[in-house]
């Protein structure tokens, strides 16, 4: 098959985990005799073509107020002008035209569509492709993408996501297939009237880490300060006040090291909230190490994660995890066979989790011992390829040819 990938951004422009699972699937795809291209935005006016590991890759210059994958964070109304114009970014149809042109692809494979718009799959159906869209977040359903609000998880659409997704649904049937990258991802945009006439399927993103060493740990001197870790972006969002906050009132010795980044306000407020020196900022840390020098992980997140490849990771390296009870982190941590569940709406129940594992030896060393068979399915990358190719092969088989609404 020949395969036109379109996302946001790709390699080396890394975002978040759909970029790093979009560049495992092209260039698996790529490795089995597939030829694939990828197209994507970037800050640079036009298009231009460059090649990122024997993939060919297109940037378009993104057109409109600014280029959203840069560091500083623009105005309120800048960015309320921006949303408005990626609302449907007719602009941007040009540069997708000039590509499936060029290269004639059988299908199209739609992942993050922030910046391109809804206007893709006009674009892709007025040239009779195939359409495959692969749900990473909720940019479906809100501007932002997350659907998280003044500190708290939005339950349904505000006025305002309501006028900028408005036809969004409608416009979605002209998908020949959908793929929600977790059950819940699914189902919460086919909950608002999204692909009711797709095939659907959920396949899981594939962690393809290395097995730890097989030579065992020493074990935990009873005691030793139990070590907490977080690693991930530095965000509200992401639970990391949560965290600190339910740290803070531990009544047994611990460390927790905080590891990644995040805007410089977020990092700055978490510092000052950060009052003990048991409480480390690590920066970038690969993760191999990162494992090796904690007991628990802890993804605390306080919005509906789409999945939570950070977990897996975690469970990869025989860790257990305490995580929210939020999106697709359920479908990965079970309580308690490879970790323990809390929940943002009870914030003493992350400090009882901590404690808990503290208070069971017994039960950290299961959790542990089990949590790498536990998603043994996760870090098998040919699986994820075997499901996808399943998935475009079945788009060719049966492509429909839906017409434009123009109404729309």
Request: positive net charge.
């Amino acid at each position: 098959m020949k395969l036109l990938f379109l996302n946001s951004l790709y390699a080396p422009d890394i975002g978040g985990g759909a970029e790093i699972i979009l560049q495992r699937t092209v260039e698996g795809l790529q490795a089995r005799g597939h030829q694939v291209v990828v197209l994507a935005t970037g800050a640079k006016a036009g298009l231009h073509q460059d090649s990122v590991n024997q993939v060919r890759v297109y940037r378009a210059g993104l057109r409109n107020f600014y280029w959203h994958f840069t560091p500083q964070r623009p105005g309120r109304l800048k960015r309320l002008g921006w949303h408005l114009r990626d609302r449907y970014n007719r602009s941007m149809r040009r540069y997708l035209s000039q590509v499936i042109a060029l290269e004639q692809p059988d299908l199209v494979v739609c992942h993050n569509l922030t910046g391109w718009s809804v206007s893709a799959w006009d674009e892709i159906r007025q040239h009779e492709r195939p359409i495959v869209q692969v749900l990473h977040d909720l940019y479906l359903l809100c501007p932002g993408s997350t659907m998280f609000r003044k500190g708290h998880d939005c339950q349904r659409q505000c006025g305002l996501c309501v006028q900028l997704r408005k036809g969004h649904a409608e416009r979605s049937a002209q998908v020949d297939s959908v793929v929600g990258v977790s059950r819940f991802m699914l189902e919460r945009l086919q909950g608002r009237g999204y692909f009711q006439h797709a095939h659907s399927h959920v396949v899981y993103n594939a962690s393809p880490f290395a097995p730890p060493p097989t030579t065992s740990q020493a074990p935990r001197v009873a005691d030793a300060p139990l070590r907490f870790g977080y690693m991930g972006t530095l965000s509200e969002p992401k639970g990391v006040g949560w965290l600190i906050e339910q740290f803070l009132r531990l009544p047994f010795k611990a460390t927790l090291d905080i590891a990644g980044r995040g805007q410089l306000a977020d990092e700055q407020r978490f510092k000052a909230m950060a009052v003990s020196e048991r409480i480390r900022f690590v920066g970038y840390q690969k993760p191999e190490q990162f494992y090796a020098g904690i007991d628990v992980a802890v993804v605390p997140s306080m919005w509906s994660e789409p999945f939570g490849m950070v977990a897996v990771e975690a469970c990869a390296h025989a860790k257990p995890v305490i995580a929210s009870r939020m999106g697709g982190l359920v479908e990965i941590i079970q309580d308690p066979f490879n970790g323990l569940l809390c929940n943002p709406d009870d914030p003493e129940s992350l400090g009882l989790a901590m404690l808990r594992l503290h208070q069971d030896p017994a039960l950290l060393a299961r959790l542990g011992a089990q949590a790498r068979s536990s998603v043994a399915a996760l870090l098998d990358l040919d699986l994820m390829l075997d499901s996808y190719e399943r998935i475009f092969a079945q788009a060719l088989r049966e492509r429909r040819l839906i017409p434009v609404n123009p109404s729309l």
